[in-house]
């Protein structure tokens, strides 16, 4: 990297703030995937968006190639530096900027994570739910189009963002839906909030994003169920949507993924395919949403319910959904893992093997655990993830429902929207990047 361009990040962000020491970049080049390193060539740390802007503005001068990062929970490989350049470490960013209780909205900067998030409104009576598990920042979530385990009733990260602030390529400064504005619903124009959303910094730094903010339900319930077979849970899973019971959660995991999560989590629940619920609304509502589901498990030859009524209960019973990604790569020590993403109709067809998911909003997870040091087990997890990818394409699924494109999934986007799809989105890109600078190699 040259010496002046350095000089010039330095003299915005601060010498504190720019590294190039080896095991900073290594640090920034990796995410929990199984893509190897790739590190940028500096890491800076900018505290706003001025300094965003003209830092972005520097790299695009220089022709340096910009990639974002923040907690680095990412499971696609998109913060590797696959062409260096500059990482942004956008984490000394965390100010919650703005927070409207009556209008249920919060704008919030990079480094402000979900949990973080959901402290603070603690006491005001609302919450943020979209949870992916890992306690990631909300602008990558919007980067990545996250959804998680309450999706089936609150929605993805594309549901709720009303509104982005962008850094371009080139330091210009968008507001996808005009400054300041937090609106639930507009007919006015293209709708660029839902363009950026996703597009995992190839298209421009998220500097803030404004998000839709949800009632604390009143009463919340969670439980634990067994079933027969991967079949009998599916169907239950169905017939509770079907019979429109408003379930916050319902997750599956089969018998091989509890063995897991048992294991790993100290816990005893039955080795069998399993289903996690979990009911919100006023004490009556749930009362009610428990007494159908529980008649829909019985029908479906499902175990009484294993209930966790107190906060303490319900989140170690969640800590165990949400760990079955680290339950899964601590059977084999030293390993890695990659997740696979498939329409739950197709769950019916998969016998066992560490599948864990979200099926009450239509996807499943099969998670591949590998030696990294094996080459030709690596090779065979790459076939098996693009055979199963393209099986969900085959039954009109999607061959990445939440972790994004990032590097491994480039070949299989065009099997999915097709050529002229692919074509659209690389126009899309070289208006807004003409110089192919943002996150390049990932997406297209």
Request: proline share 5%; with cysteine; charged share 20%.
């Amino acid at each position: 990297m040259p010496g002046e361009l350095v000089k010039a990040l330095r003299a915005v962000a601060g010498s504190p703030n720019v590294s190039t020491a080896l095991a900073v970049r290594e640090q920034h080049g990796r995410d929990e995937s199984m893509h190897r390193c790739s590190p940028p060539d500096a890491v800076v740390w900018p505290q706003d968006v001025e300094q965003v802007s003209k830092l972005a503005g520097i790299c695009y001068s220089h022709g340096v190639p910009i990639i974002p990062f923040s907690t680095g929970t990412g499971l696609e490989g998109g913060v590797t530096a696959v062409r260096g350049g500059v990482c942004f470490n956008l984490t000394r960013m965390d100010r919650i900027t703005a927070l409207s209780t009556e209008d249920f909205t919060v704008a919030v900067e990079p480094g402000v994570t979900r949990k973080a998030l959901n402290s603070y409104l603690r006491d005001t009576g609302l919450w943020f739910p979209v949870d992916p598990g890992a306690d990631a920042s909300l602008c990558g979530m919007a980067a990545t189009s996250a959804s998680g385990t309450n999706a089936v009733r609150y929605g993805t990260m594309r549901h709720n963002v009303l509104n982005l602030q962008v850094v371009l390529a080139d330091g210009r400064v968008l507001h996808t839906a005009g400054r300041g504005r937090h609106f639930r619903k507009s007919a006015a124009g293209y709708n660029l909030t839902g363009l950026f959303v996703g597009s995992e910094g190839t298209l421009g730094l998220i500097t803030q994003a404004t998000l839709r903010l949800h009632g604390s339900p009143e009463a919340i319930v969670a439980a634990v169920c067994a079933f027969p077979s991967v079949h009998a849970a599916v169907g239950c899973t169905v017939q509770v949507l079907q019979a429109g019971i408003p379930v916050a959660r319902i997750e599956f995991l089969d018998d091989v993924m509890m063995a897991a999560c048992n294991r790993f989590s100290g816990l005893s629940y039955a080795v069998s395919p399993t289903l996690f619920l979990e009911f919100h609304g006023s004490p009556g509502s749930v009362e009610e949403q428990v007494r159908q589901a529980g008649e829909i498990v019985q029908l479906n030859g499902g175990s009484d319910f294993a209930w966790a009524w107190e906060l303490e209960a319900r989140n170690k019973l969640w800590a165990a959904r949400h760990n079955a990604w680290y339950a899964a790569l601590a059977l084999r020590p030293g390993s890695k893992a990659r997740p696979v993403c498939s329409p739950f109709k197709q769950l019916v067809c998969v016998s066992s093997g560490l599948i864990v998911g979200h099926v009450g909003d239509g996807n499943f997870h099969c998670i591949l655990v590998f030696d990294p040091a094996d080459l030709d087990e690596i090779q065979r997890v790459k076939e098996f993830a693009t055979r199963l990818a393209r099986q969900a394409l085959a039954l009109d699924g999607t061959c990445t429902g939440e972790h994004g494109i990032g590097l491994g999934k480039r070949h299989l986007l065009c099997e999915e929207i097709g050529e002229l799809g692919l074509t659209i989105m690389r126009q899309i890109k070289a208006i807004l990047d003409p110089k192919n600078l943002m996150n390049p190699g990932k997406v297209l």
